[in-house]
């Protein structure tokens, strides 16, 4: 599976830790930035990865920022992409099976490095289920304003 993590300052360090994480398990994970904890904006960010993954649909995102909130209204944006801020296991379980979420989004100042990596090989690991659900996500792509 391939992969991409990006940041702003405030999910710098969380991303490094993912990010180490994710190399060890030998995953193909690109970081998008940021490059340190110099205040920066989490939309440019949001927007690299996006673009990212929407050129490349098998991929899969994972973007950071303090609460997470800023990444997920910045990348849901993006027709497309399905970015989900999971606090738990289970969210990240069902974000996948219902929603085929192609981004986990997570709040660094608010969820510890522990849970963070749960979250992740939970997110990571659990397929879309498809059947009712795929219409559902379907209809996603067709909504306009
Ligand atoms: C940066 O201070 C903070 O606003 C940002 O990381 C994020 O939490 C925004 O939603």
Redesign the pocket.
């Known amino acids: 599976m391939i992969l991409f993590i990006a940041s702003?300052?405030?999910?710098f360090m969380l991303k490094n830790k993912l990010n180490d994480y994710l190399r060890r398990k030998s995953y193909d994970c690109t970081d998008m930035g940021c490059d340190s904890t110099e205040?920066c904006d989490?939309p440019d960010y949001a927007e690299k990865l996006c673009r990212q993954i929407l050129k490349m649909p098998d991929s899969k995102g994972i973007l950071l920022?303090?609460?997470?909130?800023?990444?997920s209204?910045a990348a849901n944006r993006f027709p497309g992409i399905r970015a989900a801020l999971c606090h738990n296991s289970l969210e990240a379980r069902l974000t996948r099976q219902h929603n085929d979420s192609n981004i986990l989004v997570l709040?660094?100042?608010i969820t510890g490095d522990e849970l963070a990596l749960d979250i992740l090989d939970t997110f990571l690991s659990t397929s879309f289920e498809g059947g009712r659900h795929k219409r559902r996500v379907e209809m996603l792509d067709n909504l306009t304003v």
């Open positions: 702003d300052h405030g999910g205040s989490y920022c303090g609460t997470g909130i800023g990444m209204i709040g660094a100042r």
